[in-house]
Structure formats: structure tokens, C-alpha cells
């Protein structure tokens, strides 16, 4: 069994697929300074708007928890069929239109950039997996990828694979899902997983048409082309048993909570499902995989061969204990969070490795292996036939290495990570993040990664763990094509460089092969990428990552935005995005910060910054902000904030104690109402997410909620910034009533010219993660950029 936060990576998240872009250059001279006073907007409104901003109508609403009672006379917005509340949120996008229609040539500029930077052709490289070679391309003037596969022959060879892969040899090439069909059919495409059966076969996959995250199974015989005759509503996760044949389902309840695993079996007619198990406990949700040697199934755990034999338990339930398992050769390895030993007090957050016989797992006779040190803490793993990948943290800086197995059964003693001679994997110096690639394949010896930072477009590296040596095999393309009239600037400065390794051998290692000829694009030349550490009120030091042109930026002048999440112990994406490219080539400053709630160098990072912590995120983050205008980076009225999802809580909770703060802010489908609902257990995941904010039940952890939650703490009689909220009618993570609430109140409590330039853009057929289409992408994108630049007043200048 797993914790809701492990299965729910945010609750409330929000993801965006990365696009490649680049653009031009343009000074910036910021038109007018920030005042207390309604100033404070004096150059937001270019055109006068002739109509003044929708009132909602007020119902009179009063909440009680805990002996404090308050109104809430926008309550009635939680029936989003009434056809008052439809009625609002289209006066708020008629509105939203007419604010934004002296940028409409601002957006078709910044979108014609980013499409621009876009290559014609859009693929991953081909990735084994026994006798085929998997991959997904975008065609091109489509927004969706299509999953395709192609025989890897013994007459081809790898090498001549890939070559008629990139010639487009295309006549021996399968699709298997294509999304743009799916988009054309429904309106609405969302593919929440794909499972190849082990035998390739069948490709099982769940899909989303609504926005409303409801996953339907599909299962395709790939042998015909057919769906099978099979569709079950509400499906989360799939794993296949090792015949190929059988599949195994979690289905969720109708607060979205994973409870109940089923299982089917292909090639029946009809094809018959039966219940597995039954989770009865509303705080915990079930996941369903399968260990990377296909031999086991875990919800507890299954014999993969005998699926319909008996579950086995791992652990006895402690609340609070993960464990994450996986199989190799007769052992369970596992890494927990739990003391070794057996001692049932949890530990600080750490990870252990510990491993115990197949045999002997109802006995709980587990052995620990490697235990964290005080610069190395473990963040997961991967396991092949012949190494172990642990996913490393070293001092802050993430890395990754591989074991050579099988370990040493002999051994009694706890182990550190340097003790068992580990590859670490070469990374570039500046490296922010690493995603791990499919890696499907458990008799291979590479692994697959994907490395990433502010100024290194994705970049898909093989380590070979045998070799010790590793090739590039893909980086994302950055057209250089310069498409405005108005362009300031010459073209991108782009070099292909070595690695620039960090410093991963530890005493005893072997020596790592270096690769001659090995190349990347870097475009550090062009663009700043500086990570400080920022003092926060108690002392803790916050990860704050800088990024600027070197060119375009003015110290102290230059406007600037700062990105936050701090929430479920999720790392802020940092990777590269062309897109952004449109803002720091007219000389903006983009900031990020890890503020504690997040991903950090070990799990108490996390627990720092949530439940009755949580107001040590807000902090951070104001921290950071006065951090970038006191050291120059930003002009003092010139900085602006964005937080999407559980992020749109942060920001919306500094945007009430520091009103002052920011010049403009952007809030996507922001978790804004959070005490009225998690006082509501009956809506979707308001149980799950007990652990990450606190249950308002319990009055110690009511009182925390009361304080900070954005809704409830709307300020009066302030001056507030310019804000773009965004909401998604069909979102089942966040509310549509909950932007929609913040922006009603917002508007009745600050001063009338400010809460002018407070719009509501609600997409009334998507769900919390938008479209996500290639194109649509760029579009969203140019029109939150066009409305930074007018709530900054840098209409003039970015016209000119």
C-alpha cells in the first residue's frame, strides 16, 4: 500500500509539456514606479474598457468550524450547474476579452516566436524493448503525439534501425495510438497511461475526454488494430501479469480515491472482470505495478504467473512508512522510510535499501543494505539484471549511479552508498533536473535519462552501466529563426560544448570513460543561470535559481517573475523551455524557488513546508521576492509571481500579506478556497490531501488552515496587483469555484481601479491540465506573456 502524497504527486499539480522556442531582443525602460496609491495600475489600462467588471450576485452563506463562524456569500458558486454561476464565468471571459484586446497583435507576435522556434519534425529517439523499437513523434501542423513501434530486425541491425528511423522509412512502421484522432473525435484528449503487455501483444491505455481526469481502460490487439471489448470507467493504474495476457486495474471511487483492484483476461469472449481487493480505508488509495523483471505484481504482492493466487502483504501498515519494492533473482529490495532494524518510530525522512528472500517476506526477515550518510540521502530507485540505479541527492545537487548486482549475500552490515563501489553517471555542472527515461527493458545494461536545466535544451543521454561510458542520443532542436520586423537583437548564441562534469567519483571508484566527441547545445553564452541561497526569517537557506540574458538584462531595472509550488514535496520544474526565451530577450529576469513544502535534498524539506508548517512556503517566498529587488535583479516595481495549482496557494497567501509586493501575478486553476474544502470530505480527494495541509476537523490544524488560506484572508481597502486567474470548468482537482470565489472577493474588497485589472479566463470545456497541444500550448503562453507586459505597464515600449 502506498500514502496518498505518493500516488497523488500533488493533488493539486499542474504540468505543462515543454516546447522549443527562441526569440529576439528589446530594452526595457519600466514606464511608471508602484505606489500605495491607485497608481499603482495607472498604465495597465491602454484602452479604457467602456464596462465595468461582473458582479456576481451575493447569497447569504454562514460557515462554522471550531467556534468561529464567517460568511461566505459566494458559497452558492459551488453548484456549477446553476445557471447564474454559467452565466458569471462568461461575463468574466467577455470581460477578460476586452481587457486583453489591445494585446492581440502582442500575443501574435509572441506566438508567432514561439512557433518559430518549433522543428517541423518532433520526435523521441527509438528506444528498445525486446524485439521492438518504440517511439513517439508529432506530425507536423498537429498538436498531439503518435505512439508508433518498428522491428528491430537481426537484418537491420540497431544501427540501420535509427537510420531508417530518421530517413522516415515509414512503410514498416506501426502506430499504436495516435492522439490527434482521439482529439478529433472527442474534442478533448488526455491519455493518463500506457501499458505495452509483456508479450506486445495488447497496448492497454486509459483515456480522458472530458477534462475531468474520469479515465476510461482501452485495450488494443495490436496484432489487428481492434479494441478489445472492454471499457471500464474510473481506471488509474494498469500493470500486465508476465503471460501477457492478463491485466490487473485500480478503480476509483467517486471522490477519485484508488480502492479496488480488478483483473481481466485478453482473448475472451465476452472478456470477464473479477475483484482483486478492496481498500476500505478513505485515507488510503491503492496503486497497482509490477516489479521490472514482470515476475510480480504489487498491491501487496502477486506471483505475476499465478495472478490468481494469493496475496502476500510486505509490511504491516504504520502510518507514515512507505515502501516502494521491486524484485531481482529471489530478493525483494525495498527502499522505506522506516528505521532499520524493525524499530517502528519513523525516521526524519530518509530513505533505506533493504532486501529480504522471496521466501521470506511473511517472516518480515528484511536485511538493510545501504543507509543514507550526511551528504547522500536516497530518492528512488531502478533495478536491471545486472544493476541497481538509485536516484542520489549529494549536498542539494541530484545524481544518479549504478550498483553492479547481484550484492554480496554474505555481508551483515549496514552499508553507505560509496561502500559498494557505485558508477556515478557523468552530469553537466549546471544540471537541474533528471527524468528518467522508460527504461522498460530489465535484461539491458543502459540506462536512459533525460537531462535538463534553464540553459540546456533536454538533452537524452545512455549510460552504459557495464562500460562505464554513456552517448548522447538526442537533444531538443532550437530553431534560430528571427521572425519579427521589430526584432532589437541579432540571433540566439548557441555552442555545442562537452560535458562539464560534476565531481561524482568518490575514493575507490573506477575510472568513468569519457566519451570523445560527445556534444550538447548550450546556450550559457546567451542566458545567466545563477542558483544563490536566499536567508529566510528563521535562518533556513532557500534554493533560489536566477535566469537572465546576458545581453538584455539592466541591473535594477529590468522587470522580473518569480515561480513557485512548495507543496507534496515536488521538485519546481526548472528544465528548459523556448518558450521563456520570449520574455528573457526583452530583458526579464525569471526566478524560481524551492521553498520548503516541496522537493529538496532529503523528504524533511517536504514536511518543513506543509500541514501545520505551511506557512514556511509563504515566508520563503517572500524571502526570495525581496531578495531579487534588493539585490538588483529587479526593478523594485517591476516583479510579478506566478503559482500554478497548489502553487496558486502560495502566491495567492503572499498576495494578501504583501500586497505590496508584486506587480502583477498569475494564478492557474489556483488552489485558492482551501478551508472550506477540506471541510468538505465528499469532495475529490479532500481526504488525501489531510496529509499534506492538515485536517481542518481537528481544531490545532484548523486554526493553521484559517490563517493562511487565500479565500478567507482577502485584505481590505488595499491596493492589489494586476492578476490573470485561470480556471477549468470540468477541473476535479481544483474547484472552478474556487478562482472564480477569489476573484468575487478580491474585486469587493480592494479599491475599485485596481480590482479593474483583476481578470478571470475560465476554459469551460478543459480540466485542471488544460489541452496541452502543441500549438494550443504556445498560445496560452503568449497570452499570460502579453498580459505581464501590459499589467507592467510595458505596452509602449514593447510596441515600439
Known amino acids: 500500500m502506498i500514502s496518498p502524497a505518493s500516488l497523488y504527486t500533488a493533488g493539486k499539480s499542474l504540468k505543462k509539456t515543454k516546447l522549443s522556442s527562441i526569440f529576439f531582443l528589446f530594452s526595457i525602460t519600466p514606464s511608471s514606479p508602484f505606489s500605495s496609491s491607485c497608481k499603482t495600475h495607472q498604465n495597465v489600462h491602454q484602452t479604457p474598457l467602456s464596462e465595468p467588471p461582473p458582479v456576481p450576485k451575493k447569497v447569504p452563506s454562514e460557515v462554522s468550524a471550531h467556534g468561529v463562524t464567517w460568511q461566505d456569500p459566494y458559497h452558492w458558486m459551488k453548484q456549477t450547474n446553476d445557471p447564474d454561476f454559467i452565466n458569471y464565468l462568461h461575463q468574466e471571459i467577455s470581460y477578460a476579452d476586452a481587457f486583453m484586446d489591445d494585446t492581440k497583435t502582442l500575443q501574435q507576435s509572441l506566438y508567432s516566436e514561439m512557433i518559430a522556434r518549433i522543428p517541423s519534425k518532433i520526435s523521441t529517439p527509438p528506444e528498445r524493448w525486446g524485439p521492438w523499437f518504440y517511439y513517439q513523434y508529432i506530425p507536423e501542423g498537429k498538436e498531439y503525439p503518435v505512439l508508433c513501434r518498428k522491428l528491430a530486425t537481426e537484418k537491420n541491425g540497431w544501427v540501420q ?440 535534498a532529503d523528504p524533511s524539506w517536504h514536511k518543513s513546508g506543509s500541514g501545520l508548517y505551511k506557512s514556511n512556503s509563504i515566508a520563503d517566498f517572500v524571502s526570495c521576492a525581496e531578495y531579487l529587488i534588493r539585490e538588483g535583479y529587479v526593478h523594485k516595481y517591476q516583479l510579478g509571481a506566478f503559482g500554478g495549482s497548489a502553487g496558486g496557494l502560495l502566491v495567492g497567501a503572499v498576495v494578501n500579506s504583501h500586497p505590496q509586493l508584486f506587480r502583477a501575478v498569475i494564478l492557474k486553476v489556483p488552489f485558492l478556497d482551501i478551508c472550506n474544502t477540506l471541510l468538505d470530505p465528499s469532495l475529490p480527494l479532500t481526504v488525501l490531501d489531510y496529509e499534506e495541509f492538515g485536517n481542518p476537523q481537528i481544531q490545532s490544524q484548523f486554526q493553521s488552515i484559517f490563517s493562511y488560506s487565500p479565500y478567507d484572508n482577502v485584505p481590505t481597502g488595499v491596493c492589489c496587483p494586476a492578476m490573470l486567474v485561470t480556471a477549468s470548468f470540468n477541473d476535479s482537482r481544483v474547484g472552478v469555484w474556487e478562482p472564480a470565489k477569489w476573484v468575487a472577493k478580491v474585486r469587493e474588497n480592494a479599491c475599485p481601479d485596481c480590482s479593474r485589472a483583476v481578470i478571470l479566463k475560465t476554459d469551460m470545456k478543459g480540466g485542471h491540465f488544460g489541452e496541452g497541444g502543441l500549438y494550443s500550448q504556445c498560445e496560452e503562453s503568449a497570452y499570460e506573456y502579453a498580459f505581464l507586459v501590459k499589467a507592467m505597464g510595458l505596452m509602449d515600449t514593447d510596441c515600439k
Open 161 to 600: 534501425t535509427v537510420l531508417n528511423y530518421v530517413m522516415k522509412e515509414l512503410w514498416n512502421v506501426q502506430i499504436l495510438l495516435d492522439w490527434n484522432e482521439i482529439a478529433e473525435q472527442y474534442g478533448y484528449v488526455h491519455v493518463g497511461t500506457c501499458r505495452v503487455s509483456p508479450n506486445h501483444n495488447y497496448l492497454a491505455f486509459t483515456l480522458d475526454i472530458t477534462g475531468a481526469e474520469r479515465f476510461m481502460l482501452q485495450v488494443k490487439n495490436l496484432s489487428n488494430g481492434v479494441l478489445e471489448n472492454l471499457r471500464v470507467d474510473d481506471v488509474v493504474s494498469l500493470a500486465w501479469a508476465q503471460d501477457g495476457c492478463m491485466l490487473f486495474y485500480t478503480v476509483s471511487d467517486e471522490n477519485q480515491r484508488p480502492h479496488r483492484v480488478h483483473y481481466c483476461k485478453m482473448g475472451q469472449n465476452p472478456i470477464n472482470k473479477f475483484t482483486l481487493y478492496t481498500e476500505t480505508d478513505s485515507s488510503f488509495c491503492v496503486d497497482i505495478t509490477s516489479t521490472k523483471d514482470g515476475k510480480f505484481i504489487t498491491v501487496y504482492v502477486i506471483d505475476a504467473t499465478n495472478p490468481q493466487g494469493v496475496l502476500h502483504k510486505v509490511h504491516r501498515r504504520i502510518p507514515g512508512v512507505q515502501y516502494f519494492l521491486e524484485h531481482h533473482h529471489g530478493f525483494f529490495y525495498a527502499l522505506t522510510n522506516q528505521l532499520p532494524r524493525g524499530n517502528n518510530i519513523l525516521s526524519t525522512g530518509n530513505y533505506y535499501l533493504i532486501r529480504c528472500r522471496v521466501q521470506d517476506v511473511q517472516e518480515a526477515k528484511w536485511e538493510t543494505i545501504v543507509v543514507p550518510s550526511e551528504d547522500i540521502s536516497i530518492h528512488d530507485m531502478d533495478i536491471f539484471n545486472e544493476h541497481l540505479v538509485l536516484f542520489l541527492n549529494r549536498n542539494g545537487v541530484p545524481q544518479i549511479c549504478s550498483i553492479k548486482l547481484p550484492v554480496d549475500d554474505c555481508f551483515k552490515k549496514e552499508m553507505k552508498i560509496d561502500d559498494l563501489n557505485p558508477w556515478y553517471f557523468p552530469l553537466p555542472s549546471d544540471l537541474c533536473e533528471i527524468v528518467p527515461g522508460s527504461n522498460h527493458d530489465f535484461k539491458s545494461s543502459q540506462y536512459r535519462a533525460v537531462i535538463s536545466s534553464p540553459v540546456i535544451p533536454d538533452v537524452i543521454v545512455d549510460y552504459d552501466m557495464s562500460r562505464h561510458t554513456f552517448s548522447i542520443v538526442h537533444q531538443d532542436v532550437v530553431l534560430d529563426n528571427n521572425t519579427s520586423s521589430k526584432s532589437k537583437s541579432c540571433s540566439i548564441t548557441c555552442k555545442r560544448d562537452g560535458f562539464e562534469f560534476l565531481n561524482t567519483r568518490s575514493e575507490g571508484s573506477e575510472d568513468v570513460i569519457y566519451n570523445e566527441g560527445q556534444k550538447w547545445s548550450n546556450f550559457s553564452d546567451a542566458y545567466c543561470c545563477e542558483k544563490r541561497e536566499v536567508v529566510s526569517y528563521d535562518g533556513t537557506r532557500i534554493p533560489l535559481t536566477i535566469l537572465y540574458s546576458h545581453k538584455a538584462h539592466h541591473k535594477g531595472q529590468s522587470p522580473g517573475l518569480l515561480q513557485g509550488y512548495g507543496a507534496y514535496g515536488q521538485v519546481l520544474d526548472k528544465s528548459w523551455s523556448a518558450d521563456r526565451l520570449s520574455l528573457l530577450d526583452r530583458g526579464w529576469v525569471v526566478a524560481f524557488a524551492d521553498v520548503r513544502g516541496g522537493g529538496g
